[in-house]
């Protein structure tokens, strides 16, 4: 390889960073906005909304490579269906997991999702996990105990929403590598737009409550803010591997403390901060782990509720 060919692709691999700090920015402001909203309407209403945006986006993207009738063929059409019902999952109880969690601790949960797929990989995908994943496994986990601590996070439900989130995300990628191996990225998003645009539905127009324009605002507000992540993440991940841009992913972590502080007053304790700060060691650990023995990453880098 040439000087100069190396020099564009350092300069490509610097901006994919650039552009996923970016992303992960985006997705926080739309969690907080999501906050402010599940204080007064339902999650599954939020979300049902905030996918007529989400299926829009993805299904115009999927047009522009081929036409929809062939991205919708599938080899493995019931695990794609089951993707899509597992991401749907995920943003539900992220959803729920608003309501009562701060932002700094509710990402600092969710982020134990690499950790997961670490365990899930291995039924499923017939994965052998040494003892060094192990135990990083097991030192991310002691971090989230340290959240929940006697005088720290309030074990309730809100806590047990977002350790659901994190699980379903988790299955949820871990069953994407596994239809990678036989069906186009392209398929795959039309399975997950379809299939969450219809189970939105479904349920969403059970909750449904009359809103005002400022709040319809805040909602336009998430349908945007989830089309532009989504946009950014898949330009960022057109100019470097998923496997050098998902360490960055924990920018979302420090974010998230400083929304939370900024918008809703509430400023993450040292102790949690602690325990935060060893799940992402533990997942960062995993991550060097599972490229160095060339485990697949697949190309969805986003964080649990932000799809």
């Known amino acids: 390889m040439s000087s100069s060919a190396a020099d564009i692709r350092t300069d490509n691999i610097g901006r994919a960073i650039v552009l996923t700090l970016i992303t992960i920015g985006v997705f926080g402001v739309q969690d907080a906005v999501s906050k402010i909203l599940v204080q007064t309407y339902s999650p599954f209403q939020i979300t049902m909304m905030r996918y007529w945006g989400f299926a829009a986006f993805s299904l115009l993207l999927v047009m522009r490579q081929a036409p929809l009738r062939q991205a ?4 493995v059409p019931m695990l794609q269906v089951l993707r899509g019902m597992l991401l749907m999952a995920d943003i539900w109880f992220f959803g729920l997991a608003l309501r009562t969690v701060p932002l700094g601790e509710l990402q ?13 990989a291995i039924p499923i995908l017939g994965e052998k996990v040494g003892i060094f ?51 186009s990225a392209a398929t795959s998003m039309t399975y997950t737009a379809t299939v969450g645009l219809v189970l939105s539905a479904a349920v969403g127009v059970f909750f449904w409550q009359p809103m005002g324009w400022s709040d319809f605002l805040l909602v336009v507000v998430i ?47 040292p ?5 935060a700060t060893i799940i992402a060691g533990a997942g960062l650990v995993v991550m060097a782990r599972e490229r160095r023995k060339r485990v697949p990453v697949v190309a969805d880098p986003t964080l649990p509720g932000q799809e």
């Not at 929940?148 to 809100?158: A, C, M, Y």
């Not at 102790?271 to 325990?275: D, M, N, Q, V």
């Open 271 to 275: 102790i949690s901060l602690l325990g």
């Open 223 to 269: 349908m945007v803010t989830t089309c532009a992540g989504h946009g950014v993440m898949v330009f960022a991940l057109s100019m470097a591997p998923a496997s050098v841009v998902q360490p960055f992913n924990y920018f979302s972590l420090p974010w998230a403390i400083l929304l939370s502080a900024v918008v809703f007053g509430h400023w993450i304790d």
């Open 133 to 183: 994943r192990f135990a990083a496994v097991g030192v991310g986990f002691a971090g989230a105990l340290v959240i929940v601590r006697p005088g720290g996070l309030p074990l309730d439900w809100g806590v047990g929403f977002a350790l659901a989130s994190a699980t379903f995300y988790a299955i949820y990628i871990v069953i994407t590598r596994k239809v990678s191996q036989f069906d």
């Open 108 to 120: 600092a949960i969710t982020v134990v999702y690499p950790l997961l797929v670490t365990l899930f």
């Open 72 to 75: 919708f063929s599938s080899r």
